[in-house]
């Protein structure tokens, strides 16, 4: 399979859509992100990665980072996890406090915000850094040293955290955080602000292609916790748009509101779109349509 000429084919039938949307505008630094960007990168289970456009250049990871904290909870902890986050699709927007009250501070699934901030608490309590923890595992994965925080996107947020924050709070007056609130938030800002290239987060989400296995050939989860995160992408992992998403792409996937979406071809291979441009769900409107051309391309869609 040329992959390079494939990826050209994508990125030319999505060349009407780059611009389309708006880059994320309630975290500022995101803000002034140029939305005419576009990358799309292709990891081969055995780490052969080919990209076009921008696929070099990083991007604030944000949401994609809550498949990555997932996993590492889930290797270092097993199934204790799904205690305190549940895992069917919300329905409601990656941000919303509604569903938390009604079903007593449990957040239906790992990948709105509500559910990420549990894992992040899990994860602290685990290694006590839980936001270094990811970047090392990241470096690792991508084979990428110069993976980093970016510090003004995480005060950033931090500074426009007032969301996040309720939530947080909401979920600690129902005893479903081990670690105090500042704590918590402050490690999931800085997960979220993790900058990474297209080519980078294909790499490091080799994992949930190889069904389990690390970039070095070593185990970090079973194939079948492996296929429970895929899973969960799939159901969950854009939010109110995974119905829309499984039926445009066909893929277990997670986007972030930098613009970018990893999705994972389980036995084959892992891709990272990014485009800064969203829809008003959230999801980047470049990005879906690359993908979505991709799976029509090649037939490779989990259907
Ligand atoms: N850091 C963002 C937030 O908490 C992540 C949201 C996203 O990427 N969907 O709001």
Known sequence: ????????????????QIGQGEPAQYIPALASVDPRRFGIALADVDGTVTGVGDWEVPFSVQSISKAFSLALVLEQDGERIWRRVGREPSGNPFNSLVQLEYENGIPRNPFINAGALVVTDRLQ????????????????????????????????EAEHGDR????????????????????????????????????????????????????????????????????????????????????????????????????????RC?????????DARGNSVAGLAALDHFTTLTGWSVF
């Open 125 to 156: 309590t685990l290694t006590g850094d839980a936001s270094t923890t990811m970047l090392e595992f990241l470096r690792a994965e991508s084979g990428n040293p110069d993976v980093a925080f970016d510090q003004v996107v995480a005060a950033s």
């Open 270 to 278: 892992t891709l990272c779109v990014w485009s800064p441009g969203l």
């Open 1 to 16: 399979m040329d992959y390079q000429s494939l990826l050209e084919e994508v990125a030319a039938h999505v060349a009407p």
């Open 164 to 267: 996040n924050a309720a939530l947080a709070h909401f979920m600690a007056s129902y005893g479903n955080l081990d670690n105090p609130v500042p704590t918590v938030l402050e490690h999931y800002f800085w997960q979220c602000s993790i900058e990474m290239s297209c080519r980078d987060l294909a790499l490091a989400g080799g994992f949930l292609a190889r069904h389990g296995l690390r970039a070095d050939g070593s185990r970090l989860l079973s194939p079948r916790q492996a296929k429970r995160i895929n899973a969960v992408m799939l159901t969950c992992g854009t939010y109110d748009a995974a119905g829309d998403f499984a039926y445009r792409v066909g893929l277990p996937g997670k986007s972030g509101v930098g613009g970018g979406i990893v999705a994972v071809i389980p036995g």
